[in-house]
C-alpha cells in the first residue's frame, strides 16, 4: 500500500503507528481532521487479515468520524484508532495502558472511547496511561444507550419519509448484529411494537434473548432476503454492496454500523431501487454526542444528551429533503451538510486576527 497516497484519498491529516512488543500492542491512530477540535473517535479492536486491511480501515473510520461530529454540531474533529488483535484472546490490561501511552504522547490531538472489541472497563485502563479518553464511568460511561436511541430517531425519521408515518407499530425490522448497540436496539424496537428479527455471526448472543425480547431469527447469509420494512446494519461496515443490495427486500436502510456503504456508489444503488437510506454518520450519533457530553466541564448530562440525541429525527428529515431538492443521494446530501460546517468554521477561524505584542 502506498500509505501517503492512501492518506491523501482520505484526507487524513495523521497516521501514527504504535508498536509495543512486550505487551503485544500493535495500533494504528488516524487522526483525520481538527478543524472543529481534537479528534474524537473511538477504539476499536479487530482481528485483521493484514496490515493494508487494518490502514484502510483506520482511514475510512476516521473520515467518518469527522463528519459525524460536524453532522451532530460538535465542536470536535475526527479521528479513530485500531489494535491489530482479537479481543476475545488476546486484549489485556498492559495493551490498554501501553495505548493509553502512546495516545497521551499526541498530547490532546486525539482522544480515544470504546468502540468495536473494546469497553468502558478497557477505557478505564487506558486512561491509568493518558488523560485524553472519554466514555468513563464517572462520565457518562458506556454510550451504547445514547447510539441505540439515535438510531431509533433516525428510523422513525425513514417510516415517515417511506411511508409518511413515524410509527414502529407492527412495522418489521430486521437488526444484523445484537452486540451491545444492536442488543439496545433490538429492546427499544420491542417497547415501540416493531416486530424483530435478528442476526449474528456469534449464536450465543441471539439464544439468550430470543425468548426474553420475542425476537425471530435468521441466517447470518440470509439476512439480506428478509422481506421487511427496515433492514437495521448494526455490525461491521460495508455491508451494502452491489450483491447485497440487489437481494434488499425493505423500504429503508437505517442501522448503527459505521461505514455500512462498501462505495458511496452504493448510495445511488439504493436510491435506483426506491430504498431510503439514512446516513449512518447520522443516526448513528447519539453515541459520540453521549461521549462529548462527558468532556463538557459543566460534567455530564443524561438530560442534556438525551435532548440532542432527539433531534436526530429532524436532522434525517433535513437530509432527506435535500436530498430530495437536490436530486442527490441521502448519502451525498448528509456529506454535504457536514462538510459545509467544517468549512464555515474553517472561514471564520482563519478571520481571526492574531493578538499584537503587548
Known sequence: MEIFQAMESYGTQQLVFCSDPKSGLRAIVAIHDTTLGPALGGCRMWPYRSEDEAITDVLRLSQGMTLKNAAM???????????????????????????GAFIERLGGSYITAEDVGTT???????????????GLSAHGGDPSPATALGVLYGMRASLEVVFDSPSLAGRHVVVQGLGHVGLRLCELLVQEGAVVTVTDLYPERIRSQVDRLRLGVIGPDDVYDVEADVFAPCALGGVLNSDTIRRLHVGAVCGAANNQLATPEDARRLRERHIFYAPDFVVNGGGVIHVADGLSPEGFSQRRVEARVARIHEQVLAVAASAEREGITTHEAAVRLAQRRVEELARLLRLRVPEGPA
Request: glycine share 10%; net charge negative.
Open 73 to 99: 454540531g460538535l465542536s470536535l474533529g475526527g479521528g479513530k484508532a485500531v489494535v491489530l488483535a482479537d479481543p476475545a484472546a488476546d486484549k489485556s490490561e498492559a495493551q490498554m495502558r501501553a495505548l
Open 120 to 134: 468502558p472497563d478497557d477505557m478505564e485502563q487506558v486512561a491509568h496511561a493518558t488523560r485524553f479518553v472519554a
